[in-house]
């Protein structure tokens, strides 16, 4: 199984982009994401988009909704 695909079959490079266009993270993202890390096969280019997500998130660019 590639690495990029979790939990409902979506890549994190296109979680990635959704997330990054609407300006917002929900429940699902962010259970997508927290699958993908505790799997530890991320590649490289899968780790940074995570780390700019969560740089957005601490600077106020993404919202956290529930």
């Known amino acids: 199984m590639k690495?990029?695909?979790?939990?409902?079959s979506v890549p994190i490079e296109n979680l990635c982009g959704q997330?990054?266009?609407?300006?917002?993270?929900?429940v699902s993202d962010r259970y997508q994401i927290?699958?993908?890390?505790?799997?530890?096969?991320?590649?490289e280019p899968e780790?940074?988009?995570?780390?700019r997500l969560l740089y957005g998130i601490r600077h106020g660019?993404?919202?956290?909704?529930?």
């Open 3 to 8: 690495s990029s695909y979790f939990w409902h």
């Open 19 to 26: 997330i990054m266009a609407s300006g917002k993270i929900t």
């Open 34 to 43: 927290r699958s993908a890390l505790l799997d530890d096969t991320l590649t």
């Open 47 to 51: 780790q940074i988009l995570i780390n």
């Open 61 to 66: 660019l993404l919202r956290i909704i529930d």
